[in-house]
Nanobody, 125 residues
Framework: QVQLVEAGGGLMQAGGSLRLSCAAS????????MGWFRQAPGKERELVASIRWSDGSTYYTDPVKGRFTITRDNAKNTVYLQMNSLKPEDTAVYYC??????????????????WGKGTLVTISS
């Protein structure tokens, strides 16, 4: 059974940085695509960034492009989201997700099979 456990959320001032981690277990992740999503209060969940485990290809949505970086550590089966220049509008619960059989549009995050429970990020102004 695939399990995803997020960590690293917390309270930060605007302009600061946080690094989220997603520890994955119970699967062979070398063929997966992984994504970070977020859901702000009163809003729908949205994709933040995605990565294809096999070759490290990445995709970022416009609100975070240039500020966030998604990486993976093969040895640790862990995906990271480095978040810099944080803004109050980045406040949300951040979720890690895994796509077991990524297709040609893996980067859009439509086919996620597994989800973590989320970690709260709060950015104060």
């Amino acid at each position: 059974q695939v399990q995803l456990v997020e960590a690293g959320g917390g309270l930060m001032q605007a302009g600061g940085s946080l690094r989220l981690s997603c520890a994955a277990s119970g699967g062979t992740f070398s063929s997966y695509a992984m994504g970070w999503f977020r859901q702000a209060p009163g809003k729908e969940r949205e994709l933040v960034a995605s990565i294809r485990w096999s070759d490290g290809s990445t995709y970022y949505t416009d609100p975070v492009k240039g500020r966030f970086t998604i990486t993976r550590d093969n040895a640790k089966n862990t995906v990271y989201l480095q978040m810099n220049s944080l803004k109050p509008e980045d406040t949300a619960v951040y979720y890690c997700a895994a796509d077991q059989t990524p297709g040609s549009r893996w980067f859009y995050g439509y086919g996620m099979d597994y989800w973590g429970k989320g970690t709260l990020v709060t950015i104060s102004s």
